[in-house]
């Protein structure tokens, strides 16, 4: 039997019943690695010397009566975690060098579930991008189509996955870094709710690993299936045990609905700041077609919706002033300079990207007690429906554009250029409230490039989108490895 493309859960299932050792699992994961990644160049950190002596362990403590949620699963795990003993650069040429001295909390976390760690993803420098390439490691390649991209900042964990390097993968995602390369490579992706899951260890190199509660950020789990996604969730959701002292496991609530008919769904196609491409709009119909065939109440439009335009100033400004504390001088002085010089009217949103670099604390104040409104706009909206489905990105995965001035890069809409950095706004829908949302495929485009949605759900209620993420695959299908 071919494992490479089975899912965590049947893995796990066959490892139980004795069909295959994790041994043999770890081997076919390497050598398809070896046969396939010098065209994706997905995996930048191999370690399958450890890989295999994990695996080993895993066979025998499974011997010794032993069972864990992944025990002797193959997984990988993005570049910007510490893993002990390998490098931790995120892409940046003057950190090649910097060693991790010990186990971020979520690759503790996989490593206690019993996960065979296969190395590590490739990523954007210092993770600002929406694709995957730096001088280090070179770029990774979409598995559908070599000359784009897989996406970024998690791009590697995506192209990973959908080559068949391993079950299951751990990212993170300010920018949509989760939720865009599945969407680019057609897997699945869950950004947790703001604060669900501890960051500590997933830091820039140098930096110390310190328990810090990001303003914005979260880590999540990727994989080929919505079940595998929230296997993969139950292992990482908790906070940090440095902060309460005591390991401590977290208990979500439960899906607001077990079916589709259940569940009542806001389904938005239309940003007022940027086109939705026609695949991507196509692929927003699909799963509202599907929702409607399963008996759930849809909706194109609500008055609860908080005000797209302003979230999208407030969520650009918010990440941007969050950026600026690692802007060299120069740049952050120059981008000052240049914010000081637009016009007062100028409602652009590279005109709140200026301003968001050269915030005043007073400045980041006033901003966050709007995002409070906006939140608590959604609480109420969660009232009316249980998920908001909606784009990730205008299109699927774009060519390679590795032009050093991202405000110079421009994205094709069904032939139309617009700003590279404009395409974040669907991501900031539910990153800046700090919501929960999962991203899913939903087919492919007339090119034949993967096309996923995400399912936005109330603040720690992960398990509604979750399932409704399970639901839909049932519907409309899943993962298709690439040809």
Known sequence: MEWNFQTAENLAAALRAGEVTSAELTDEAIARVERDDKAINAMCVPDFDRARAAAHDADQARARGEDRPLLGIPVTVKESYDIAGLPTTWGMPPHRNHMAAEDAVQVARLKTAGAVVLGKTNVPVGLQDVQSFNEIYGTTNNPWDHGRTPGGSSGGSAAALAS????????????????????????????????????????????????????????????????????LLDVMAGPDPLTLGVAHHVTLPPARHGRLSGFRVLVLDDHPLIPTGSAVRAGVNRVAEALVDGGAHVERHSPLLPDLSEAAVLYTQLLFSGFSGSFPVEAYEQMRTRAAGLDADDRSLEAARLRGVGFSHRDWIETDGRRELHRHGWRQLFTEFDAVVCPITPTPAFPHDHGPDPTERRLDIDGVEYPYLDQLVWAGVATMPGLPATAIPTGRSPEGLPVGVQLIGPAFEDRTPLRLAELLEQEIGGFQPPK
């Open 164 to 231: 068949g390097f391993g079950a299951l993968s751990i990212g993170s995602d300010i920018g949509g870094s989760l939720r865009t390369p599945a969407h680019f490579c057609g897997v699945y992706a869950h950004k947790p709710t703001l604060g669900l899951a501890a960051s500590r260890g997933m830091v820039p190199p140098t930096a110390p690993a310190l328990p810090t509660e990001p303003d914005l950020a979260v880590v999540g789990p990727m994989a080929r299936t919505a079940r595998d996604l929230a296997l």
